[in-house]
């Protein structure tokens, strides 16, 4: 009989070692769905994690890593203030979204006049769209008590509605011809977030990722709030004899968290994806979740996770392309490594004991 | 307005209310032995669409309903082992089984788009069904949205009135008390979790097989969150429940109708209002006590 035995301390070296071994198991676990696909295993596991950095055609996919790890770095990096808390912030994807109509709303408003001025504007617009969408929420909590997983939640499915009603009325391209979609931001000068070494993928928003990694590594270690949500994570009622006040904590971490996810979106429209259109929300707030955790809601963790999530997406669309592998697989296979992340992460802080237990 | 007939208001609105309902009641279950399982929303849809899939190949609804509950209690197990076996955190997981519920129902369902599932047989009661406005409105649905109703009334008497409801409880108000006492925790809660999960299938199914009647990618739509948010709502009481689903259900229904009659509103705001009114429902109406040992996870230490 294996019986589980609490650690005195967390084991350093299991914390460390969980997300590879998370990694290892789902390749393994991946390669037998793959099979059962009809695939051959090797060569997709070798598609979607080899090529995209060294295959034949790395030198067009290098960079997209960049361009898809930057919002999933950013929006992980502000939930991992919240969920090492206790504050759970499941809606991303909609601070994601009404960031993005924000700055894109700021820019359509502007065009087509051309000024230095309307790129920090647009930043602007968008960390406080995500900003106030994330708050909503936060206040829900504070004032009325309503949870917020499932507030936050709520509000992604009204933030795509948002969107849909924004690409097909408000925002729409007057020169359109009448198909859903505003102008293309990527072609107004002022407005696009280019890449800032062409070529690299290197745009606004990776600089952003990498400052938010940095700042929010110094919070944790260095800053009173970085104290107060570890405290509060750890024990919630002696944090408030600590004298933190629980309410504000929610605010600033649900702000945080949504100004980040907001920003994200903004980079995005104003880059990559160029434009406001129905599908713009392209599930990176939810894919976020599964980044903060794989990086252990640490900063440095996030960006190496957010870096490995963006490798599954690209070489999941070159398996795609390739292999007729099914996008769908490449979801099961993010939630799988999710899976054996939180199932290996017991080791952390037990230790499995053969034997029955001692009296 | 003049187009919308409340009998037939009433009607739609049991109907829209019956996926909803059935997720809800398992997940009630779940919250009571002491676990939050926020993968409602991926066995929802892992569910819908085995249960699409066993009626397409069965050309049977009743096969493919039994299908949906299993599935939904196969997935429900990887919550369960993660969480009860390996001492997972709860929130964190139930997260992950939406997304990979999301993932694999539609890898599952690549081959169904488009099909038609085998038609769910609106139920014959005779007489009942004649009764003037009461018959169309009530007595005129198919068999699963009185198992909802009849599984609520279940889900009470087994809570309040057996001694197996008794032991449930036990377990999520205090876990370390109840296993003192010699119940067996986990056991208990793998139940609930199990049962909570081919709610869930349930309720996706009805979705696919009765509702729509299709599989389409995604087809929730958040229909899991929603049922999350009423057991919220009626503070954990199985007849509240039904007040909570049956108020969801107006909202949708008149939505629907709304837009049907050419509203001079555009659809996508029409669209917010059912998530606006769950947020609203959470807001307005403080919760009840919830179960005390909600969300924590059990270890029996010595």
């Known amino acids: 009989m294996i019986r589980l035995e609490r650690r005195r301390e967390p084991s350093r070296g299991w914390a460390l070692a969980t997300p590879f071994i998370a990694v290892l198991l789902t390749m393994l676990a991946g390669g037998l769905l793959f099979a059962a696909l009809g695939k051959d295993p ?35 990096t502000g939930l991992s203030l919240g969920f090492r808390a206790g504050i759970w912030n499941i809606g991303a994807e909609g601070q994601y979204i009404v ?23 647009m930043v602007l617009a968008g960390a406080l769209g995500g900003l106030l969408w994330g708050l909503i929420p936060g206040v829900l909590r504070v004032r009325f008590g309503a949870n917020e997983v499932l507030t936050s939640l709520m509000l992604v499915y009204v933030a795509e509605a948002l969107l849909a009603a924004m690409a097909l009325g408000l925002l729409r391209n007057p020169e359109g011809r009448g198909f859903p979609g505003s102008r293309n931001l990527a072609q107004y000068p002022s407005a696009a977030n280019l890449e800032i070494l062409p070529g690299s993928g290197m745009h606004w928003g990776v600089v952003a990722a990498l400052i938010a990694v940095v700042a ?76 903060a955790f794989l990086g252990r809601l640490n900063p440095f963790g ?58 | 307005m003049s187009g919308i007939d409340p009998v037939i208001l009433l009607a739609q609105l049991m109907v829209v209310a019956t996926p909803i309902l059935l997720a809800a009641i398992g997940e009630l279950v779940v919250e009571r032995a002491g676990v939050l399982n926020l993968g409602v929303e991926g066995m929802m849809i892992t569910g819908a669409v085995c249960g699409f899939a066993v009626g ?117 108000e205090n876990h370390d008390a109840a296993h003192a006492l010699g119940y067996h925790v986990v056991r208990v809660r793998l139940m609930a979790i199990a049962f909570g999960g081919a709610c869930a299938g349930l309720g996706g199914a009805y979705l696919s097989l009765a509702r729509v009647p299709q599989w389409t990618e995604g087809m929730t739509a958040g229909a899991g969150w929603i049922a999350l948010a009423i057991v919220v709502f009626a ?14 259900g107006g909202i949708t229904v008149l939505q629907l109708n709304l837009q049907a009659a050419g509203v001079r509103v555009p659809v996508e705001y029409l669209q917010m209002s059912p998530y606006l009114a769950t947020i609203l429902v959470l807001v307005l109406l403080r919760a009840g006590r919830a179960p005390g040992s909600l969300g924590k996870t059990f270890h029996a230490a010595q």
């Not at chain 1, 919070?219 to 004899?241: D, S």
Request: aromatic letters at 10%; hydrophobic letters at 60%.
């Open chain 1, 42 to 76: 090797v060569e997709a596991i070798r598609t979607i994690f080899w090529d995209p950095l060294f295959g034949p055609y790395a030198g067009y996919s290098r960079p997209q890593l960049l361009v898809k790890a930057a919002p999933l770095i950013l929006i992980a």
């Open chain 1, 99 to 121: 960031g993005a109509i924000c700055a894109a709303a700021v820019a359509l408003a502007a065009y087509p006049a051309e000024s230095v001025l309307l790129f920090p504007a």
């Open chain 1, 216 to 291: 929010a590594q110094v919070i944790f270690a260095r800053h009173q709030l970085g104290y107060r949500i570890r405290l509060t994570g750890a024990a919630p009622r002696a944090a408030v004899f600590a004298g933190v006040r629980p309410g504000l904590l929610v605010l600033v971490c649900m702000g945080f968290s949504g100004a980040l996810a907001g920003l994200a979106g903004m980079f995005e429209v104003a880059g990559p994806a160029g434009r406001l259109s129905i599908d713009f929300g392209a599930g990176y707030g939810f894919t976020a979740i599964i980044v």
């Open chain 1, 302 to 359: 996030i960006l190496a996770a957010g870096l490995l999530m963006a490798l599954t997406y690209i070489g999941g669309e070159l398996a795609q392309m390739q292999l007729a592998l099914p996008v769908a697989a490449i979801q099961i296979f993010q939630g799988m490594l999710l899976f054996f992340l939180l199932g290996i992460d017991v080791l952390t802080a037990y230790r499995p004991r053969i034997g029955k237990a001692r009296a």
């Open chain 2, 56 to 172: 397409v190949a069965t050309g049977s609804p009743l096969l493919g309903f039994a299908g949906a509950a299993l599935g939904g209690a196969l997935v429900s197990m990887i919550f369960g082992l993660l969480t009860q076996v390996l001492l997972s955190n709860q929130v964190a997981t139930g997260l992950a089984l939406t997304l990979f519920g999301l993932g694999l129902s539609a890898l599952i369902g690549q081959g169904y788009v488009g099909l038609r599932g085998p038609v769910v047989p609106d139920l014959y009661l005779p007489l009942l069904r004649d009764i003037p406005v009461l018959g169309p409105m009530l007595f005129r649905h198919d068999a699963v949205v009185y198992l909802g109703l009849g599984l609520v009334v279940a889900v009470w008497w087994l809570l309040t009135r057996t001694r197996a409801g008794l032991i449930l409880r036990a377990v999520g």
């Open chain 2, 235 to 248: 503070s954990w009481r199985p007849g509240r429940l039904v007040i909570g689903a049956y108020l969801f």
